[in-house]
């Protein structure tokens, strides 16, 4: 499924127009990031939890080359599965 299939489901679901579920999902995704931007996280009871994780520094190599490169730190988005969910996927 990809956004324009997902918008399409959304205005069918609320019985909207795919305009509005458009902004209604963008809005949804700015508010997610912004949440997790700042470090929060972000719970929909049954659907999942977004959270940020921190990724330690590691070496790692180039492909190409094979030569040993230097990953840095970073911060990365991680999401766990709500039992609702988990149980509708079986």
């Known amino acids: 499924m990809n956004k324009s299939d997902l918008v399409a489901a959304i205005a069918k679901s609320a019985n909207l127009s795919k305009a509005a579920a458009e902004k209604a999902l963008n809005g949804f995704t700015r508010a997610v990031g912004g949440a997790l931007a700042k470090g929060d996280g972000v ?48």
């Open 43 to 90: 719970t929909l009871v049954g659907f999942g939890s977004f959270s940020v994780a921190k990724r330690a520094a590691r070496n790692g190599r180039n492909p190409m080359t094979g030569k040993a490169i230097k990953i840095p730190a970073r911060r990365t988005v991680k999401f766990r599965c709500g039992k609702a969910l988990a149980l509708t996927v079986r």
